[in-house]
């Protein structure tokens, strides 16, 4: 399980370095395309995925396997990666919120800049967007409920 961690940390510092890399900008005595340094992101965002899948995987099969012990209750490797676990359906749908709102935010300046009586019914839209944190957020309540 370990390698997975170390397999993980690999490919988010890649993930980092690539992102600064493509942020910045190539140096000019570099001819290296911006869809090859694309892709190279995607693969190591696809390898940080499925390493935290597998990690998900063995951490909770090895947290329901344990014993419950009387009085002292210690967090184990595999009790940390299920917390972890638990807590990435509010990552993910937190970054999804992040995603909506923004073109529906715009979307709602411009609308109420030409039509301040749409006021209303552009919050309801940006409440709508921002209700998929929410569910993300409850998610991870249940899950935190079977896993304690």
Do not use: C
């Not at 993980?8 to 890649?14: D, E, H, I, Q, V």
């Not at 490797?77 to 715009?106: F, N, R, S």
């Amino acid at each position: 399980m370990y390698w997975l961690v170390g397999l993980m940390t690999l490919s988010l510092f890649g993930i980092i370095g690539l992102g600064v890399l493509l942020e910045l900008g190539p140096r000019p005595s570099v001819r290296v395309s911006p869809h090859r340094l694309k892709g190279v992101l995607g693969i190591n965002l696809l390898t940080f995925v499925i390493a935290e899948i597998g990690l998900v995987f063995l951490a909770v099969q090895g947290v329901m396997a344990a014993p419950p012990e009387a009085g002292v209750r210690e967090i184990s490797v595999g009790m940390g990666l299920a917390m972890i676990g638990a807590g990435i359906p509010t990552a993910v749908a937190t970054i999804g919120a992040g995603i909506a709102v923004g073109p529906v935010g715009a979307a709602a300046l411009a609308v109420i800049a030409d039509k301040p009586e749409t006021f209303g019914r552009s919050l309801i839209y940006l409440g709508l967007a921002e209700g998929i944190a929410i569910y993300g957020l409850v998610v991870t309540i249940l899950m935190l409920g079977k896993i304690g």
